[in-house]
């Protein structure tokens, strides 16, 4: 067996059991840190269609994480809180956003289309700062949707949910990859101008490309709202995008399961350097990204591939 | 008389003072091929880009197959029927020479808005792919990946590639350009195999290939065509003698 099939199969088993194995060692809080995990999983999977594969550098991903996010928040604050309608309302308006800033940016190349995508995101992050009627600043404290069928209130259930939509949006990704459709998207990151001149209109692909990953990454905004019963600006700020594209690039960019590697690391240093750090010198934890830096700087000098390619190297 | 399959008339650019396309007419016959020759800074390069719609006209037209396509983007072009090769090789260097030919391929077949099926299991695609490369002559070299090809192979991709989508007319800027003497032949050997079967304009600095190919040649110099003609006529004008082909011929 090559480490490449069998390493995703045990880590994606041992994410499916967490609920059970949380409960048996009596761990409840490594339960949250996983739903955090498999919610950037999706956001960074649908930043990864268009970074990874398209080779189009978003920065302003967060954005939908507010959008969803917020479009639940808001639709619970005026007292709608059925699911059946808050999902599918957050998801259109992802969608819509995703054609706004899609149809603009994806006219500009390179640093422009990092800065175009910059700035909208910011848009969305001041306007939502501004929404005094549902938190301002402070942000609004939500109601979980409700499913009828299943209790979202329930740690475990809405675990398996996000770890099911999850497994969903890896498999969609997995067929994207090697379709006609993502064929375009992977030929048009390589060389541009020979796709046009082969006869595809790359800017209409690449649209559709970014709308997909705006939607996938306003259902993990929803879930995120979800999750902490929450939204605010904050989960929409730039350090957020910022977040998603670190995580993308140390899992490793355009490899199927890089955003899950990617999220493990991100949110297993995060909770487990801080503590160390703290041990060693209270007060420390507080500055875990000074050791999380250099560790990324070792990963985009050594392993061009981030964590994936390590697999890889196994294999040979 | 039959309408030729691609013509200009009176086409002008000019970037700020000069004018590198200055009122230029030519058209190509369906089958033929039609050499377009002249000194570096003669406007080739501006002309080319203004038949494949890179570079927008300040006035006159492009005909192409009965259409106007002077406002076309260059895909639609290309979707009409009007292929090209480029100057400076381009091909999908991280993609395999058969997902290079697939690709091309798949341009021409359909719509791509297609997400789940895997593209190299479509029959279509890969034997259309396969004959495609074995038509240049690059079928053994098919798993390799494109940056991994010699030179001459990467042209021969290229020609692959621009024929995937049984076009109408070839564009082909120096197809010849960076090339041994022994790839220089093959590729006229293959080119001239293509004679008849389909229409080429033809840039080239070869002038062995050009007068070896070519039905008719033009002569652009300082973005006018000085001469349409046939190579032997072309050979024996004075102007173009004088103006180009004096040091190179004598």
Redesign the interface.
């Known amino acids: 067996m090559r480490a490449r099939t069998i390493v995703p199969a045990l880590v994606l088993l041992l994410f499916a059991a967490l609920p059970l194995l949380t409960q048996a060692f009596d761990q409840r809080y490594l339960l949250s840190v996983g739903t955090r995990i498999v919610i950037w999983s999706i956001a960074a999977v649908s930043l990864n269609m268009i970074l990874g594969y398209g080779g189009l550098v978003s920065f302003g991903h967060a954005a939908f994480f507010g959008i969803g996010g917020y479009a639940v928040g808001i639709l619970s604050a005026e007292g709608i809180e059925s699911g059946w309608l808050q999902w599918p309302v957050a998801l259109l308006a992802a969608i819509i956003w995703a054609a706004i800033v899609g149809a603009l940016s994806l006219r500009t190349r390179g640093v422009y289309f990092i800065m175009i995508t910059l700035a909208f995101a910011q848009l969305v992050y001041y306007l939502s700062s501004g929404l005094e009627a549902y938190g301002g600043d402070d942000g609004l404290n939500i109601s979980r949707s409700r499913f009828g069928l299943i209790d979202l209130r329930d740690k475990a259930s809405f675990y398996w949910l996000c770890f099911a939509l999850l497994c969903a949006s890896l498999w ?1 990704c997995s ?2 990859a ?7 998207i ?2 048009a990151k ?2 541009e ?10 800017f209409r ?1 690449r649209l ?1 490309a970014f709308i997909i990953a705006g939607a996938l990454g306003g259902l993990a905004g929803i879930l995120l709202a979800n999750d902490g019963a929450y939204v605010s600006p904050a989960m929409m700020s730039w350090v957020k995008s910022g977040d998603l594209i670190v995580i993308v690039v140390l899992g490793g960019i355009g490899a199927l399961y890089g955003p899950l590697w990617g999220a493990i690391a991100f949110f297993a240093l995060e909770e487990f350097l801080q503590p160390i750090l703290d041990l060693m010198h209270k007060g420390w934890g507080e500055y875990w990204q000074i050791v999380f830096g250099p560790m990324l700087v070792l990963v985009a000098l050594h392993a061009r591939g981030g964590i994936d390619s390590l697999l890889g190297r196994a294999d040979d | 008389m039959t309408e030729p399959l691609l013509s200009t008339s009176s086409l002008v650019k000019r970037f700020g003072g000069l004018v590198a396309t200055d009122d230029v007419s030519i058209d190509v016959e369906a089958g033929e091929i039609h050499a377009l020759i002249g000194p570096n800074g003669a406007g080739k390069t501006t002309l080319v880009g203004q038949l ?1 719609g890179n570079v927008r006209p300040d006035s006159g037209t492009i005909h192409f197959d009965g259409r106007d396509i002077t406002r076309l ?4 072009r ?2 009409l029927g009007l ?2 090769s ?1 100057q400076i090789t ?6 395999r020479a058969i ?1 290079n030919v ?3 391929v ?3 077949l359909g719509h ?9 299991n ?1 029959r279509a695609l890969r034997e259309r792919a396969w004959a495609g490369l074995k038509a240049v002559g690059l079928d053994e070299r098919a798993g390799v990946l494109a940056a991994a090809l010699s030179h001459g192979e990467q042209r021969q991709l290229e020609i692959a ?1 621009a024929l995937a ?1 049984d076009p109408k007319l070839l564009l082909l800027d120096e197809p010849m350009a960076g090339m041994g003497a022994e790839e220089s032949r093959d590729m006229v050997h293959f080119l001239r195999g293509l004679k008849g079967k389909r229409a080429m304009l033809l840039i080239e600095h070869d002038m062995d290939a050009v007068f070896a190919l070519a039905d008719r040649v033009t002569v652009l110099v300082y973005g006018r065509a000085i001469a349409t003609g046939t190579p032997a006529e072309i050979r024996a004008n004075a102007e173009v003698r004088q103006a180009y082909l004096g040091e190179a011929v004598a």
Request: glycine residues 6%.
């Open positions: 969609f067929r994207f090697v379709s006609r459709f993502g064929n375009v992977r030929g390589s060389n101008l020979r796709m046009t001149a082969l006869g595809f209109p790359v692909y559709v | 494949t983007p260059t895909h639609a290309v979707r292929a090209r480029f381009s091909v999908l260097r991280d993609f997902d697939a690709l091309a798949q341009a021409h791509s808005f297609r997400f789940l099926r895997d593209a190299r479509e590639m989508g």
